[in-house]
């Protein structure tokens, strides 16, 4: 029994043996076959892959290997044709001769070829990308890696002979053709010609030798397009033998217009004026690192940094924007200056600007940008000198806070938003005016010296801040507390006759102190109306009715008042006020123009005179009117009235 247990043992430790020694000889002959796999299969494979890859016809003349048997032989493809895809029309993407390249069977296997040395020889590639973006050299249209580590083509050596390309990108209305070529001697070289936005074009690029190199070193390169529509340069380093995906490079850029540069960079950038920019970049996978960057646009002096990343289908910015010096008309280009020009001359000037604000084309892109400049220019009078802030971007949502707007005397502060997530874009403000002067607001000489402060708070719809503000609700407030008002110009607002021609012959230049002013204003629809509108001098109160109509910016206000002293005659017209925000009109009494009330001719006195005389005599006179204003009018509580328009 023991002998018959010795047995099976036996038997059953020759079975095992028997088995791994077929296992052996199984891999062993699946290692031989790999070594030495035939090339007809390789013709097939090959075949196969681009086929599979590319999705197009492939004709493959003849595939031959350089040994028997090796792991890593030298495979070559004869004549081989790689078809257009179908949404590019008929044609070859490809055609070449010879192309020879070194790879690993087992790298074939694990489905992660990637060739080493490759000789080619006798190539013609037509490279072509339509006006939606997409590109016949990558027909996987996903952009969902985020940024995910690429390895490149991991190239030891490359030469390429009697070689020719072209590149037609109809999106960035660029097209050209020329020779290529790779060799130990000088490098890469690829030099075409053709046009770019409809202008005489030359693209050239250079790049080192590549032979016997370490796939992932550092791979010097030189990049030119020469344009009268733009002058672009790059020198720099990429990550790896022509791994594109990763790299560092300085930058220069000239050309008319900053949508030019765009239309190489394709990051959504305007029309503007000329510019010359420079910067140094890097580039890792979906995202840009900008450093460095200085230039001008227009007369507009610039400096600052971003980064630009791609995550989850977005793009995040985030940058500094420091500018010396910065005119908003350098932010338009010709066209636009000459459509804004033309609406001016059709619509008079404006002072709410029509910057647009729609938000459509910039669904996928949040960050945030922080903004100086030190100095604001314009083409026109402008109270407005400086400006910083920070801007953030929040899926269609955009918020300015930390705003300072520096003026010709004081500043204002405050905070705008557009929220563009359904429906038409939604602009508000809430804005502080502190420390400005009358004078530099309004322009109204010495008529009214005051240190103004102010308050907006609106909110409207529409494609363009003119727009939405057209529709506007909340509040404008400004007000001063202290001060002084020309005399003259207080005895007219207390409609005073005879105070006004007092001043006018004893000291035309005389002041009176001014106790407050107070222009606060109620929007509803883009109509403003006072709520109140006053002014307190030592000698007079005026109080204002009217309103003021945000689209078309007109202004129909009137300012009566009584005097505090006595008065022998009393004035019947009262203030206008008239005209536009950019151009306001203010008639006193019947005396003219406000800052000709001083030196009135002497038909506008007696005019004056005569019809007050009439007045007082009951002479075409509204007398419930009169009544009202003759009467000596109430101080205003200057405090209440100035803290509830500040609220």
């Given at each position: ?9 036996f ?22 076959f ?10 097939t ?11 197009r ?5 003849a595939?031959?290997?350089d040994?028997?048997f ?22 070859d ?48 249209e ?20 009697n070689?020719?390309?072209?590149f ?22 690829a ?23 370490d ?29 594109t ?52 646009i227009?007369?507009?002096?610039l ?27 350098d ?10 020009a033309?609406?001016t ?5 404006r ?60 500043q ?5 938003q ?20 009358l ?63 007092e ?107 005569t019809?007050?005389?009439g007045?007082?005599l ?23 009235v ?6």
């Open positions: 029994m023991a002998d018959m247990d010795g047995q099976t043992g038997f059953a430790t020759n079975r095992v043996r028997n088995i791994v020694a077929v296992i052996v000889a199984i891999l062993v002959l699946i290692l031989l790999l070594g030495a796999v035939p090339a007809s299969l390789m013709r494979a090959i075949s196969n892959e681009l086929r599979g890859a590319s999705d016809d492939v004709d493959i003349g595939v031959t290997r040994s028997f090796s792991y890593s032989p030298v495979i070559t493809v004869h004549d081989l044709r790689v078809a257009q895809p179908d949404w590019v029309g008929e044609g993407f490809l055609k070449l001769q010879k192309i020879s390249a070194r790879v690993s069977i087992l790298d074939v296997i694990l489905g992660d070829a990637r060739p080493d040395r490759v000789s080619i020889d006798g190539l013609d590639i037509a490279l072509v990308r339509n006006e939606e973006g997409r590109a016949n050299w990558n027909d996987d996903s952009d969902d890696d985020d940024g995910q580590k690429s390895r490149g083509p991991g190239l030891t050596d490359l030469d390429i002979v070689s020719h390309f072209s037609t990108d109809r999106k960035r209305e660029l097209t050209v053709n020329g020779p290529v070529s790779v060799n130990s001697e000088d490098g890469l070289r030099e075409a010609s053709g046009t770019f936005l409809k202008t005489k074009a030359r693209l050239a690029f250079t790049g080192g030798a590549i032979t016997g190199i796939p992932e070193a550092d791979y010097p390169f030189e990049m030119s397009l020469q344009s009268p529509a733009l002058k672009l340069t790059a020198k720099g380093k990429m990550q790896g033998v022509l791994n995906d990763r790299f560092t490079a300085t930058l220069s850029a000239q050309a008319p217009t900053l949508k030019n540069l765009d239309q190489v960079i394709e990051a959504g950038l305007f029309g503007t004026q000329p510019i010359d920019l420079r910067a140094n970049v890097r580039h890792k996978d979906k995202d840009w690192f900008i450093r460095k960057l200085s230039g001008s227009g007369r507009s002096k400096s600052g940094q971003a980064d630009v990343l791609k995550r989850e289908g977005r793009t995040k910015i985030d940058a500094k924007i420091d500018a010396a010096a910065l005119d908003f008309d932010l338009a280009d010709d066209a636009g200056l000459a459509k804004a033309a609406l001359r059709r619509i008079g000037p002072v709410i600007p029509n910057t647009r604000i729609n938000l459509s084309k910039m669904g996928a892109t949040d960050g945030q940008i922080d903004f100086i400049v030190d100095r604001l220019l314009s083409r026109r009078e402008t109270v407005f000198r400086s400006l910083k802030g920070q801007l953030a971007m929040d899926h269609r949502v955009i918020k300015i806070t930390k705003l300072v707007v520096g003026l010709k005397s004081g204002m502060t405050g905070s705008l557009v929220d563009h997530r359904s429906g038409a874009p939604k602009f508000s403000t809430d804005l502080t005016l502190k420390g400005a002067s004078a530099d607001l309004i322009g109204n000489g010495d008529i009214v010296t005051a240190t103004m402060r102010g308050r907006v708070k609106l909110s409207g719809s529409g494609d363009t801040i003119r727009a939405a503000l057209e529709k506007a609700d909340g509040k404008a407030a400004m007000v001063a507390s202290g001060g002084s008002v020309r005399a003259t110009v207080a005895h007219v607002l207390g409609q005073n006759l005879s105070g006004a021609v001043e006018i012959i004893d000291d035309p230049k005389a002041r009176v102190p001014l106790r407050c002013l107070v222009a606060n204003f109620k929007a509803k629809n883009g109509v403003l109306t006072p709520s109140p509108l006053a002014v307190d001098t030592a000698t007079s109160i005026g109080r204002g009715e009217g309103r003021i109509n945000l689209d078309g910016e007109k202004i129909s206000l009137t300012l009566r008042g009584g005097t505090k002293g006595k008065s022998a005659l009393h004035i019947v017209d009262p203030i206008r006020i008239s005209g536009t925000l950019n151009a306001p009109e203010v008639s006193v009494a019947g005396l003219g123009k406000a800052e000709d009330a001083e030196k009135p001719s002497l038909g506008d006195v007696l005019k004056v005179a019809k007050s005389i007045s007082a009951g002479i075409g006179s509204n007398k419930k009117q009169d009544e009202a204003f003759i009467q000596k009018p109430k101080s205003l509580d200057c405090a209440a100035v803290a509830a328009a500040m609220r």
